[in-house]
């Protein structure tokens, strides 16, 4: 069960840098190993700050993203085809550069440049110079946000971390003291009552003879 808990953990890091909802699939593993190992290990306020966590990490992505749109003079459907765009080019930047995270990252702020500047351009129909800095605008928050939820992403595996540490050490079996050598047992005394023959001589001579 746990070979499965940490690989969601690490998954859920990976869809961070993709810039899916990868801190609710942490969220999602600790609520399922909570109730399958008998609500043991976790508990509810552990939970519940995590869910906290995973809402801001959330917050934090969509403004980082928004700003950097805004900033650059983006529209809100920029925004959106930014956010397609990252998905996009992260799934293709991951074999195409097969460098671990540094593929998938790469892969996600180009597809966020290139479906915010594409949609500038051929949706909006602005100058090429104009969709293009919106596109960079849009990258610059995309990475924001895709580090700003990868942050929060870290801070929840290391809580999960701690208190699955925390709870191990609390399980370690106490030591069982030795047990005392056997000693052999005392040999029971004999109660028989030790009678000592008498000897046929003296028994006869206290008999008169005829």
Do not use: H
């Not at 959330?58 to 805004?70: F, P």
């Not at 596109?135 to 895709?146: E, H, K, M, P, Y």
Request: proline share 6%; aromatic share 12%; hydrophobic share 60%.
């Amino acid at each position: 069960m746990w070979l499965f808990f940490g690989f969601a953990v690490v998954a859920g890091l990976f869809l961070d840098i993709v810039g899916l909802f990868g801190n609710w699939l942490i969220l999602a593993a600790v609520i399922l190993a909570y109730v399958f190992t008998g609500f043991q290990y976790f508990n509810i306020p552990v939970i519940i700050f995590l869910f906290i966590l995973a809402l801001a990490g959330e917050a934090l992505e969509s403004i980082a993203a928004g700003y950097g749109a805004k900033r650059y003079g983006g529209a809100k459907g920029a925004i959106i085809a930014a956010l397609v765009g990252s998905i996009a080019g992260a799934i293709l930047g991951t074999p195409l550069i097969p460098i671990p995270v540094v593929g998938t990252l790469l892969g996600a702020c180009l597809g966020a440049f290139f479906g915010a500047a594409g949609y500038e351009m051929f949706v909006m129909e602005k100058e090429m110079g104009v969709a293009l800095r919106t596109g960079f605008g849009a990258a610059l928050g995309r990475i924001g946000g895709v580090f700003a939820k990868l942050f929060i992403g870290v801070v929840m595996v290391a809580v999960i971390a701690i208190t699955l540490a925390v709870q191990f050490q609390g399980d370690d079996p106490l030591p069982v003291e030795a047990p005392a050598p056997a000693t052999q047992p005392a040999e029971a005394e004999s109660t028989a009552v030790r009678t000592e023959p008498i000897p046929a001589i003296g028994l006869l001579s206290r008999f008169p003879t005829g």
